[in-house]
């Protein structure tokens, strides 16, 4: 009798898993009815230029679907997805949009194909591909926030905006570590940090996909690129990386198990090799790391083509059946193909032969219809467009403008210079940024490379117009000086400074991704060089403003400005944003989330180790950065006291609590980031001179005072060791917090 019941409730647990319903979808009996065409097809993901009118990179404008072209892609080959706007096509209306996914819904369901297509979109700083939508600051300035809670809320707003398009999927957020300030996708990263880094990725996913992503305002989020993506030793985009096992898990691999434990849905895999072998083809990175150590459950979809590449670009394989293979063998569920149905061709073919085996292709077809199932696509593809009342609305670009405004970085302002008063004075302003939204943006703008300037949100200001707006009580002038690779009309320019009281200058870099944003050095363009040397010459006050994808170095000028506001790729808003700190309606609190180089080879971090700082008369000076990370100021001033540590000794399983008093000293409100770094006195590997433990930002008024607690675990303390596992090691430990240093014994 018991054995009888044992076997029921066997029966009945097991019949469970296996009947695996999903918003009511009964995921297994889907997959048991499906052909090898149709599981081929829900992995592979075609480029909309593939079904729209025109050829795939001259599409007809706005993109309109092709009846014949999706005949081809959903009735012979059932493609289970489709990307973007189509090869760089640019950003295109809502009505747009939304015609479009329901023209490929309504195509698969007239050719009874029963499991929906899904869409996926690069939506990086804002519903960047939907005319109107809100455009936030790129990453790196999302990260100089230091605010998760903003970027949790700037991810939900993207999210209902995507949504409002009729798309359920994004291609964000970046969560590669930005130690490589060369490469071009730098103003991509939460930047160099992994502490930082790893809270603004939890916020990230939270925001975009909610508790439930089955609704109206949700997506899926897509955690990119892993792994190892952002270290190119040549700084070079998709060129090798050499990491070894245990720093990949010290530094690359955190922000993604942080995002995976938040229950990111999706991840895309890094187009580049490490070591020597290229991720899409590396089991050990693909499976053995990713599903067995991290846990992830969701959908691996590839980069850009990247099966095709160990063909053709990487050499690892001979055929692009023999790539199909490899990377299905190491553990890649969908294929961004995207523009053809090769791979599609070559995967039923291995399927046939039987060597790629049904179990593995179900394991990939399984997490791809729970994904469509958890959006609810199987019921609801698209929501009514009376839903979306919000989108590009005023409130929104509030919270830009907020996100902005909390961004941008005061990295000098010599006697207090700034803010800048409202009453009659003569400033120039000049540069190739004074007078570009492009320039505020960066790329993922409109289009992919986010230089094109036909489709800018219409009504926002750059920089010159905002400052001419709210400062109508000083005489404004403009004069470009220079572009980003020629002086303009310099003599201009010269003309207008030596009647000024002040001039800013605003400096840019030509917005660029990916390998178009290839650079070999750090060097600010000769043009831009050019003009603030001449303006410099006139002895006037100069205020420097830089939005640039990655740091400029800026060691030559920097110490003759008076000021410099860092104002990373600020968006849409950044215009008002940094016009509204040079006025002083915003206080700045940004503080860098990357180390500032202070020369174009001298690449260190804040968490180096102390061989790194031996100088060549052996004193500890050689880590000499331009601005530290964490660095930025105020216009308020922050008085530190009453530092308190709990405890002497840390037990493992125990917490320690640190408590410090901040006072705002000031005549103002003002936010202020507190910042404790600890350092562990001797470790078995080489320990960082200190390493950012816990962040707390809070907002004082004037003379307000807050006592700002951190609670302390020995995991907090730990780091990967030799055999790769994750260490606590006991010993002496510094804390550090502003000027106080005290240490503490773990045992
Ligand atoms: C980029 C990805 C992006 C994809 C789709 C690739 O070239 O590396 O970040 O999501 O294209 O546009």
Same mark, same amino acid.
């Given at each position: 009798?018991?054995?009888?019941?044992?076997?029921?409730?066997?029966?009945?647990?097991?019949?469970?898993?296996?009947?695996?319903?999903?918003?009511?979808?009964?995921?297994?009996?889907?997959?048991?009815?499906?052909?090898?065409?149709?599981?081929?097809?829900?992995?592979?993901?075609?480029?909309?230029?593939?079904?729209?009118?025109?050829?795939?990179?001259?599409?007809?404008?706005?993109?309109?679907?092709?009846?014949?072209?999706?005949?081809?892609?959903?009735?012979?080959?059932?493609?289970?997805?489709?990307?973007?706007?189509?090869?760089?096509?640019?950003?295109?209306?809502?009505?747009?949009?939304?015609?479009?996914?329901?023209?490929?819904?309504?195509?698969?369901?007239?050719?009874?194909?029963?499991?929906?297509?899904?869409?996926?979109?690069?939506?990086?700083?804002?519903?960047?591909?939907?005319?109107?939508?809100?455009?936030?600051?790129?990453?790196?300035?999302?990260?100089?926030?230091?605010?998760?809670?903003?970027?949790?809320?700037?991810?939900?707003?993207?999210?209902?905006?995507?949504?409002?398009?009729?798309?359920?999927?994004?291609?964000?957020?970046?969560?590669?570590?930005?130690?490589?300030?060369?490469?071009?996708?730098?103003?991509?990263?939460?930047?160099?940090?992994?502490?930082?880094?790893?809270?603004?990725?939890?916020?990230?996913?939270?925001?975009?996909?909610?508790?439930?992503?089955?609704?109206?305002?949700?997506?899926?989020?897509?955690?990119?690129?892993?792994?190892?993506?952002?270290?190119?030793?040549?700084?070079?985009?998709?060129?090798?990386?050499?990491?070894?096992?245990?720093?990949?898990?010290?530094?690359?691999?955190?922000?993604?198990?942080?995002?995976?434990?938040?229950?990111?849905?999706?991840?895309?895999?890094?187009?580049?090799?490490?070591?020597?072998?290229?991720?899409?083809?590396?089991?050990?990175?693909?499976?053995?790391?990713?599903?067995?150590?991290?846990?992830?459950?969701?959908?691996?979809?590839?980069?850009?083509?990247?099966?095709?590449?160990?063909?053709?670009?990487?050499?690892?394989?001979?055929?692009?059946?023999?790539?199909?293979?490899?990377?299905?063998?190491?553990?890649?569920?969908?294929?961004?193909?995207?523009?053809?149905?090769?791979?599609?061709?070559? @995967?039923?073919?291995? *399927?046939?032969?039987? $060597? +790629?085996?049904?179990?593995?292709? !179900?394991? #990939? &077809?399984?997490?791809?219809?729970?994904?469509?199932?958890?959006?609810?696509?199987?019921?609801?593809?698209?929501?009514?467009?009376?839903?979306?009342?919000?989108?590009?609305?005023?409130?929104?670009?509030? @919270?830009?403008?907020? *996100?902005?405004?909390? $961004? +941008?970085?005061?990295?000098?302002? !010599?006697? #207090? &210079?700034?803010?800048?008063?409202?009453?009659?004075?003569?400033?120039?302003?000049?540069?190739?940024?004074?007078?570009?939204?492009?320039?505020?943006?960066?790329?993922?703008?409109?289009?992919?490379?986010?230089?094109?300037?036909?489709?800018?949100?219409?009504?926002?200001?750059?920089?010159?117009?905002?400052?001419?707006?709210?400062?109508?009580?000083?005489?404004?002038?403009?004069?470009?000086?220079?572009?980003?690779?020629?002086?303009?009309?310099?003599?201009?320019?010269?003309?207008?400074?030596?009647?000024?009281?002040?001039?800013?200058?605003?400096?840019?870099?030509?917005?660029?991704?990916?390998?178009?944003?290839?650079?070999?050095?750090?060097?600010?363009?000769?043009?831009?060089?050019?003009?603030?040397?001449?303006?410099?010459?006139?002895?006037?006050?100069?205020?420097?403003?830089?939005?640039?994808?990655?740091?400029?170095?800026?060691?030559?000028?920097?110490?003759?400005?008076?000021?410099?506001?860092?104002?990373?790729?600020?968006?849409?808003?950044?215009?008002?944003?940094?016009?509204?700190?040079?006025?002083?309606?915003?206080?700045?609190?940004?503080?860098?989330?990357?180390?500032?180089?202070?020369?174009?080879?001298?690449?260190?971090?804040?968490?180096?180790?102390?061989?790194?700082?031996?100088?060549?008369?052996?004193?500890?000076?050689?880590?000499?950065?331009?601005?530290?990370?964490?660095?930025?100021?105020?216009?308020?001033?922050?008085?530190?006291?009453?530092?308190?540590?709990?405890?002497?000794?840390?037990?493992?399983?125990?917490?320690?609590?640190?408590?410090?008093?901040?006072?705002?000293?000031?005549?103002?409100?003002?936010?202020?980031?507190?910042?404790?770094?600890?350092?562990?006195?001797?470790?078995?590997?080489?320990?960082?001179?200190?390493?950012?433990?816990?962040?707390?930002?809070?907002?004082?008024?004037?003379?307000?005072?807050?006592?700002?607690?951190?609670?302390?675990?020995?995991?907090?303390?730990?780091?990967?060791?030799?055999?790769?596992?994750?260490?606590?090691?006991?010993?002496?430990?510094?804390?550090?917090?502003?000027?106080?240093?005290?240490?503490?014994?773990?045992?």
């Amino acid at each position: 009798m018991r054995k009888i019941s044992l076997l029921f409730f066997a029966i009945l647990f097991f019949g469970q898993t296996l009947a695996q319903k999903v918003n009511g979808i009964d995921i297994d009996a889907l997959i048991s009815k499906m052909t090898v065409e149709e599981k081929a097809g829900q992995m592979t993901q075609i480029d909309l230029g593939v079904i729209a009118v025109g050829d795939i990179c001259n599409l007809k404008n706005p993109q309109q679907l092709d009846k014949v072209k999706l005949k081809r892609a959903l009735s012979d080959y059932k493609v289970g997805s489709v990307l973007n706007v189509g090869c760089g096509s640019g950003t295109i209306a809502v009505d747009n949009w939304r015609s479009i996914i329901s023209g490929i819904h309504a195509a698969n369901t007239s050719y009874n194909n029963e499991v929906p297509v899904i869409y996926g979109v690069d939506a990086i700083h804002g519903a960047n591909y939907s005319m109107g939508a809100t455009l936030f600051p790129q990453e790196i300035g999302q990260a100089a926030t230091w605010n998760p809670s903003l970027i949790q809320q700037l991810n939900a707003v993207t999210a209902y905006e995507t949504r409002a398009n009729g798309i359920p999927w994004n291609f964000s957020p970046v969560l590669d570590i930005g130690r490589q300030p060369l490469w071009s996708r730098f103003f991509e990263t939460y930047g160099e940090d992994v502490t930082l880094a790893s809270s603004m990725a939890k916020a990230a996913i939270i925001g975009m996909q909610g508790n439930d992503v089955n609704n109206a305002t949700h997506v899926a989020g897509c955690m990119k690129h892993f792994l190892g993506y952002s270290f190119p030793l040549s700084g070079h985009d998709r060129t090798p990386a050499w990491i070894s096992d245990r720093e990949l898990r010290e530094y690359f691999v955190p922000t993604f198990q942080t995002a995976i434990n938040a229950g990111a849905k999706t991840i895309m895999i890094n187009s580049g090799e490490i070591n020597g072998t290229p991720v899409h083809a590396n089991y050990d990175i693909l499976t053995t790391l990713l599903r067995n150590e991290l846990g992830f459950k969701g959908v691996a979809v590839t980069d850009w083509e990247d099966i095709y590449k160990l063909v053709n670009v990487h050499h690892v394989a001979a055929t692009k059946k023999e790539s199909v293979k490899m990377a299905i063998m190491a553990g890649i569920d969908m294929s961004m193909t995207p523009n053809d149905y090769e791979y599609t061709d070559c @995967l039923i073919a291995l *399927i046939k032969e039987g $060597s +790629i085996p049904m179990s593995r292709i !179900d394991a #990939s &077809v399984r997490r791809i219809l729970i994904l469509k199932a958890e959006l609810g696509l199987f019921k609801n593809t698209i929501y009514p467009a009376s839903q979306y009342t919000n989108f590009g609305s005023k409130e929104n670009s509030a @919270l830009s403008y907020r *996100i902005a405004g909390e $961004s +941008i970085t005061l990295l000098k302002n !010599d006697n #207090s &210079v700034l803010p800048l008063s409202n009453e009659g004075q003569k400033i120039l302003v000049c540069g190739p940024a004074a007078q570009s939204l492009n320039l505020l943006n960066g790329a993922w703008t409109h289009t992919w490379q986010g230089v094109d300037d036909r489709f800018n949100t219409k009504g926002k200001l750059t920089i010159y117009e905002a400052l001419k707006q709210n400062m109508p009580n000083n005489m404004l002038e403009y004069a470009k000086g220079a572009s980003l690779d020629s002086l303009v009309d310099i003599s201009d320019c010269i003309n207008k400074a030596l009647t000024a009281d002040k001039i800013i200058v605003c400096l840019g870099e030509k917005p660029s991704t990916e390998i178009p944003g290839n650079i070999n050095d750090l060097s600010l363009t000769s043009a831009q060089q050019e003009l603030v040397n001449a303006l410099l010459e006139l002895k006037k006050p100069i205020i420097l403003v830089c939005c640039f994808n990655r740091p400029q170095i800026i060691h030559s000028i920097s110490k003759n400005v008076d000021a410099i506001i860092y104002g990373y790729l600020p968006g849409d808003e950044g215009g008002r944003a940094i016009a509204d700190v040079i006025n002083g309606k915003i206080n700045p609190s940004g503080k860098l989330p990357f180390t500032y180089p202070s020369a174009v080879n001298a690449f260190m971090h804040y968490d180096h180790k102390s061989s790194e700082e031996l100088d060549i008369d052996f004193s500890n000076n050689a880590y000499r950065p331009e601005f530290d990370f964490g660095y930025g100021l105020s216009y308020s001033t922050f008085a530190y006291s009453n530092f308190s540590v709990s405890n002497d000794t840390l037990l493992t399983y125990d917490s320690l609590m640190v408590s410090v008093l901040v006072k705002n000293t000031s005549a103002f409100q003002g936010a202020e980031t507190v910042q404790l770094y600890y350092h562990d006195q001797v470790a078995s590997i080489t320990p960082s001179v200190k390493k950012l433990l816990a962040f707390k930002k809070i907002s004082l008024q004037a003379g307000e005072s807050q006592r700002v607690e951190f609670t302390i675990r020995a995991a907090d303390l730990s780091f990967i060791n030799k055999s790769l596992q994750r260490v606590t090691e006991p010993g002496m430990f510094d804390l550090l917090l502003a000027n106080f240093k005290t240490s503490f014994y773990v045992d």
